[in-house]
């Protein structure tokens, strides 16, 4: 049973560009989470969607949005980059029907120059 | 808001020692609490949980038990092995799909 995907593996964009993440979910997973991982730091929350819309948001400014798509994958959107947003993108999803379930992406590694 | 706060590393062992990382939270009410642990070039995987006061989770032979009244959830084991070497985060959480607020992350290094 495959776990979180995510791609790609690795990104290196230039400042003021526009970069699109994606992230598939567990099977039998319908809500995705996304986080932004900066070295040396702890995950800290940007979103959560479900049902195809926001249900939670991060203190994340408009620059970083997102989408899922019925089949429950998601993409993570970030506009007009700048060298700060260089970190790790971890995606986690989980299922409304479990206990607990959070299952996390080997996430992606943007580097902004 | 919530938060978490951990010890800061790197925590620096001998193989066969014992384990403790501090780990304590700011929250109101009673939100579940996660050990997770990040190897490297890995994402997270779920070390233990516990939900409720006095709880203890396990697993692999960490342990941490729910501490209310200190607002703690230090996590534990009796003897580390090389393979543990890794970086292990504190977090919370207010609901089962709720958002997780992690601490800062502690960096283990046991050597041989």
């Known amino acids: 049973d495959a776990g979180v995907t995510q791609s790609p593996t690795h990104l290196i964009k230039t400042r003021g560009q526009q970069v699109t993440l994606r992230c598939s979910p567990k099977?039998?997973?319908?809500?995705v989470s996304w986080y932004q991982q900066a070295l040396g730091q702890g995950p800290q929350f940007i979103f959560q969607y479900y049902e195809e819309e926001e249900r939670q948001r991060g203190n994340f400014p408009d620059r970083f949005s997102g989408h899922q798509f019925p089949n429950y994958s998601s993409e993570l959107n970030v506009n007009a980059l700048w060298l700060g947003d260089s970190a790790l993108y971890l995606c986690?999803?989980?299922?409304?029907?479990?206990?607990?379930?959070?299952?996390f992406g080997s996430g992606t590694r943007l580097t902004v120059v | 808001g919530d938060s978490v706060t951990q010890m800061e590393g790197p925590v620096t062992l001998s193989e066969e020692a014992f384990l403790t990382i501090n780990c304590t939270y700011t929250a109101t009410g009673y939100p579940s609490l996660f050990w997770y642990v990040q190897y490297p070039g890995e994402g997270l995987q779920l070390l233990l949980k516990a939900t409720k006061a006095d709880d203890k989770g396990s697993n692999k032979g960490f342990e941490a038990t729910y501490r209310k009244e200190t607002t703690s959830f230090h996590l534990e084991k009796g003897s580390v092995q090389v393979s543990d070497s890794a970086v292990y985060f504190c977090a919370l959480s207010r609901s089962n799909t709720g958002k997780l607020i992690f601490g800062q992350g502690t960096t283990l290094q046991v050597k041989p």
């Open positions: 986690a999803s989980s299922s409304t029907d479990s206990t607990y379930g959070y299952t």
């Open positions: 099977s039998g997973h319908d809500t």
